[in-house]
């Protein structure tokens, strides 16, 4: 049975968002006057700022459910202003953006220029599709060189871990080969991701942060660097807690990083280990993993 809590409902919408974004708005819509619990009303902005605004382009209504949540919360929280400045800006409203940017600077006691430059990586992140990348590469450039002299406080930190990974992820996801200009804005955009991870994360961060890095290492054709991140990946995770799709997907990268490098035997092995893990996927993993096995040239089963 369907649970019709209003957590539940939050669960259900982050659960089928992606697959059903439509579905997603319909259940969330009523959820600020009803749900109770900080953490769940900081769920909802930020996921609205994805549905409502990223995947639906309604970033009225995403600056709505943001301003609903905050009013419910009943006290300034920098998650939820980070959430109500990216919809905000990209709703047009100019007012409202300027005073939750100038709110996140007060709760955090941080430099209202460093909020302002976490806000606008977050607001590359929404509005960056593939069409849009060219116009938005060199502004990426420019944010994230900026958003490099940020090293504090750890909330700030961590908002640029969140939206550099983001970015890096959607843009290898567009081109699985990117080059030039591209390739190096990408690149410099996965090792800020890869650097904030390892200032305020744990180990699971730093484990993901390192399959990021293979990924894009791979990609840009450099893979000796990605082999050498997917075996710290792996490492982390026989030193901490099973993580079975992590696990198969750092065997896969290392499997594409060898045989780029023409270790043939190497590659062979490292699918091997995949392969056991991907057996207890369930339909999206295991269309992931066919999916990542066709990228390398291996066989499909």
């Known amino acids: 049975m369907t649970d019709r809590t209003p957590e539940g409902r939050l669960a259900e919408a982050f659960r ?10 319909a259940l969330m819509i009523p959820l600020a006057s009803e749900l109770k619990a900080p953490d769940d009303l900081a769920t909802l902005a930020r996921l609205s700022v994805h549905v409502f605004g ?35 800006t990209l709703a047009g409203d100019a007012l409202a953006a300027a005073q939750a940017e100038a709110d996140l600077a007060a709760v955090l006691n941080a430099p209202a220029a460093d909020c302002a430059a976490v806000v606008r990586l977050a ?13 938005w590469l060199p502004l990426l450039d420019a944010a994230v060189a900026r958003a490099e002299a940020i090293d504090g406080p750890p909330d700030l930190v961590r908002f640029l871990a969140i939206s550099s ?12 080969a990117p080059a030039g200009e591209t390739a190096r804005v990408m690149e410099r955009v996965a090792r ?37 991140h997917a075996r710290h990946g792996l490492a982390l995770i026989a030193s901490h807690e099973p993580e079975p ?7 896969l990268a290392l499997a594409r990083a060898l045989k780029a490098l023409g270790d043939e035997a190497g590659s062979a092995a490292a699918l091997a280990e995949a392969a056991p893990l991907a057996a207890s996927f369930d339909d999206y993993w295991q269309g992931e993993y066919r999916k990542t096995l066709a990228t390398i040239g291996a066989p499909i089963p």
């Open 16 to 25: 089928i968002h992606d697959d059903d974004p439509w579905a997603a708005r």
């Open 54 to 88: 990223g995947l639906l382009r309604r970033w009225p209504e995403a600056l709505l459910i943001c301003s609903q949540s905050i009013a419910a919360v009943g006290q300034p929280r920098a998650d939820m202003l980070r959430s109500l400045a990216t919809s905000a």
């Open 123 to 135: 607001v590359i992140e929404q509005d960056m599709t593939r069409e849009k990348l060219a116009g």
């Open 165 to 176: 990974n983001n970015s890096a992820s959607a843009i290898l996801d567009w081109l699985p």
């Open 192 to 228: 800020l991701s890869f650097r904030c991870w390892h200032v305020v994360g744990r180990w699971v961060h730093h484990e993901r942060a390192h399959y990021l890095m293979a990924l894009m290492l791979n990609a840009t054709g450099q893979p000796a660097a990605a082999a050498e």
């Open 245 to 251: 799709v992590d696990c198969c997907f750092h065997h």
